[in-house]
């Protein structure tokens, strides 16, 4: 599972609404103790996600996470752009991002290993599969715990 139980419960309420608005919840990530939990969420747009895409989703977003009140007491409420070591969290994300290098932290050890960074070759039938040190490392997806896009930003341009 790459969200917690608290993390889908806040998905399910704010993608209806995020459709409507022509945006997409990539993620929501909640951190932190009981006493200061912050809760970030994740946009993006087909156009990408600028100030303007941020501000006009705050307050819709703010509403939702208001109504459920998933804390009790205070709570920090983030809204951001995936940003450049953007979250992958379903198979969808995984096909869309075949090519890209990513890294990949599982629950259970594979071949000895927890964390994989590779080039990601897709996703099928519940399989995330990596290309690592030339070999291809098929992943369960229900044995992900979290996995993002490896940013790298060329200076040469």
Known sequence: MLVTAKEKQLIDALEPTAEKH?????????????????????????????????????PWINQIVEDIDPFPGAYILDVTSPGIDRPLRTPEHFSRFAGETVQVACHEAVDGRKKFTGTLVGCADGVVTLAVDGADVPLDFGNLKRAHVKGAIDFTR
């Open 22 to 58: 022509g945006v997409e919840i990539v993620t929501v990530e909640v951190a932190g103790g009981s006493k200061a939990p912050r809760i970030t969420v994740y946009i993006d747009t087909p156009t990408g996600v600028g100030f303007d895409e941020l501000s006009e989703a705050q």
